[in-house]
C-alpha cells in the first residue's frame, strides 16, 4: 500500500521556523516529482513548492520564495519542506503529493497531476 505521510507541523509564532517532512512507503519515488501544497480554511488547495526527481529542479510559490526551502532525500524516501519568517497568512493544512514524470529536471505545478497525496499536517501561525 502506498503512503505519503507528513508530520512536522504545528503552533509557531510569527517570524519563526518549521520543517515539514513527508516520508514515503509502499513504493520508491526516486522518479516522482515531489511537491507541497497548503488549503487554507475556506480556500482551496494551492501549489506552495516542487523539487525535479533529480533535485535539480526546484519552484515556489511568489507567496513563499526566499522564506520556504523544499529539499529531498531518496535514500530515506522523504521530502521536506523548510519554512522560516512564517507569517499568520501561511496558516494552513499542507499536504505533500507524488507526480511521475519521465524527465528528470521538470516540475509540475497542476494539482491533478499528482498521483499520491499525504493526509496533510496543520500548521499554524500566530500573530
Known amino acids: 500500500q502506498v503512503q505519503l505521510v507528513e508530520s512536522g507541523g504545528g503552533l509557531v509564532q510569527a517570524g519563526g521556523s518549521l520543517r515539514l517532512s513527508c516520508a514515503a512507503s509502499?513504493?520508491?519515488?526516486?522518479?516522482?516529482?515531489k511537491g507541497w501544497f497548503r488549503q487554507a480554511p475556506g480556500k482551496e488547495r494551492e501549489f506552495v513548492a516542487a523539487?525535479?526527481?533529480?533535485?535539480?529542479?526546484?519552484y515556489y510559490a511568489d507567496s513563499v520564495k526566499g522564506r520556504f526551502t523544499i529539499a529531498r532525500d531518496d535514500a530515506k524516501n522523504t521530502v521536506y519542506l523548510h519554512m522560516s519568517s512564517l507569517k499568520p497568512e501561511d496558516t494552513a493544512v499542507y499536504y505533500c503529493?507524488?507526480?511521475?514524470?519521465?524527465?528528470?529536471?521538470?516540475?509540475?505545478?497542476?494539482?491533478?497531476?499528482?498521483?499520491?497525496w499525504g493526509q496533510g499536517t496543520q500548521v499554524t501561525v500566530s500573530s
Open positions: 523539487i525535479s526527481w533529480s533535485g535539480g529542479t526546484t
Open positions: 503529493g507524488a507526480a511521475r514524470h519521465y524527465y528528470s529536471d521538470y516540475i509540475v505545478r497542476k494539482e491533478n497531476d499528482y498521483e499520491y
Open positions: 509502499g513504493r520508491t519515488f526516486s522518479r516522482y516529482i
